[in-house]
Antibody, heavy 124, light 111 residues
Framework: QVQLQESGPGLVKPSQTLSLTCTVS??????????WSWIRQHPGKGLEWIGY???????IYNPSLKSRLNISIDTSKNHFSLRLSSVTAADTAVYYC????????????????WGQGTLVTVSS | QSVLTQPPSMSAAPGQRVTISCFGG????????VSWYQHLPGTAPKLLIY???KRPSGIPDRFSGSKSGTSATLDITGLQTGDEADYYC????????????FGGGTKLTVL
């Protein structure tokens, strides 16, 4: 059973960089053609897709965050990471990592495994 | 404001049926598959429906999905108190908004 677990600081100061890691267990991050995603939920709001990275390292980002965002993968550690720069209070949210499905020959249009989420608060 | 529109809240009694709608456009729901997720606060969201109407293994057949044009629906029959949660639709989008869009979520209360 694949499991995802987010980790990182729960408090980040404004203008600094938010850094989170998602560790994948129960399977190799490079197996198949899965891509690995970050999704967030602002307090009291719905889900917002942030971006994802393939197991080859290519990434696709939400256009609204693209200029501040970097998502990378470390296959040696079986984890992938999120870095969001120049954060403001508007970046306060619960951050989830998730796996995009893979059919065996093409990427699927759903997220089949999710982490529990980690709350990141941006405040001085 | 989400591009995929869901009713913010719905309620029904145990044993009843509820239908949650998700309205989108030609560049998302009208073009790609829809998935649905169940989210209980403090837990990992769970995939309920994928490819418009398919259920992952372990999801009871009380949950079903459908799509027509630029809208999709999630049906839950035989409501149980454990179904009380937030429900989100999602679809990939081929416009600059994308590529992944979520609905604003529907909070389902089982009275």
């Amino acid at each position: 059973q694949v499991q995802l677990q987010e980790s990182g600081p729960g408090l980040v100061k404004p203008s600094q960089t938010l850094s989170l890691t998602c560790t994948v267990s129960g399977g190799s991050i490079i197996s198949g053609g899965y891509s690995w995603s970050w999704i967030r939920q602002h307090p009291g709001k719905g889900l917002e897709w942030i971006g994802y990275v393939s197991n080859s390292g290519s990434a696709i980002y939400n256009p609204s965050l693209k200029s501040r965002l970097n998502i990378s993968i470390d296959t040696s550690k079986n984890h992938f990471s999120l870095r969001l720069s120049s954060v403001t209070a508007a970046d306060t949210a619960v951050y989830y990592c998730a796996r995009r499905g893979w059919s065996g020959s093409y990427q699927e249009y759903y997220f089949d495994y999710w982490g529990q989420g980690t709350l990141v608060t941006v405040s001085s | 404001q989400s591009v995929l529109t869901q009713p913010p809240s719905m309620s029904a009694a145990p044993g009843q049926r509820v239908t949650i709608s998700c309205f989108g456009g030609t560049s998302n729901i009208g073009y790609n598959y829809v998935s649905w997720y169940q989210h209980l606060p403090g837990t990992a969201p769970k995939l309920l429906i994928y490819d418009n109407n398919k259920r992952p293994s372990g999801i009871p057949d009380r949950f079903s999905g459908s799509k027509s044009g630029t809208s999709a629906t999630l049906d839950i029959t035989g409501l149980q108190t454990g179904d009380e949660a937030d429900y989100y639709c999602a679809a990939w989008d081929i416009s600059l908004s994308g590529p992944v869009l979520f609905g604003g979520g529907t909070k389902l209360t089982v009275l």
